[in-house]
């Protein structure tokens, strides 16, 4: 979560995780849980969100990732993320989709890259505009053609 502004405490998380219960229900999309084939193990989420935070580019619907610490490095993030781009227009109608991070989260910039999306600009995201840390955030675009 050092890209964060801070960690999510459990009620925080138990808030997010019924925030995009809700999501699911109302657009029939969200950021999905992932589980490993093999064991069934959750190790985290992949998925579609509708942002409407104040932009040039919003709203807007993007794609996020976020996996435990023992599942990162193994291809997991870039797999079900090119998976959820593979059916983002025939299921759910999307034609494009951005992703964001900050400039320093190369991980996530590594991701985008490697599902085909392209860097497209820089901009401060408005809901830490007042932290230092997240000065400079990157925006990358997917296409359906
Ligand atoms: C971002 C995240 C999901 C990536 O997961 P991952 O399992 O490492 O991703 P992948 O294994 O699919 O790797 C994708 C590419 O990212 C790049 N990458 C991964 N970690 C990297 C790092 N620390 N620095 C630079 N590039 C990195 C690699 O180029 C990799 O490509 P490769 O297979 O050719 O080496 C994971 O680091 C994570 O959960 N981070 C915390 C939450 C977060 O930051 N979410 C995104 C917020 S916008």
């Not at 019924?18 to 999501?23: A, K, N, Q, Y």
Request: charge should be positive; hydrophobic fraction near 40%; charged fraction near 20%.
């Amino acid at each position: 979560m050092k890209h964060f502004p801070k960690p999510l405490s459990k009620e925080e998380t138990l808030a997010l995780i019924s925030r995009l219960d809700h999501h699911f229900k109302k657009h029939g999309y969200c950021y999905f849980a992932i589980d490993l084939i093999e064991t069934g193990a959750f190790i985290g989420f992949t998925g579609f969100a509708n942002q409407t935070w104040d932009s040039d580019f919003t709203p807007c619907v993007d794609i996020g990732w976020r996996l435990k610490r023992s599942a990162w490095g193994k291809g997991y993030a870039t797999e079900s993320a090119a998976a959820c781009l593979k059916i983002a227009y025939s299921m759910f109608g999307l034609k494009e989709v951005l992703a964001f991070t900050t400039d320093t989260n190369k991980a996530s910039q590594g991701v985008m890259t490697k599902i085909g999306m392209q860097y497209e600009n820089t901009f401060q995201h408005p809901a830490i505009i007042n932290d230092p840390r997240f000065k400079h955030c990157v925006v990358y675009k997917w296409q359906y053609l």
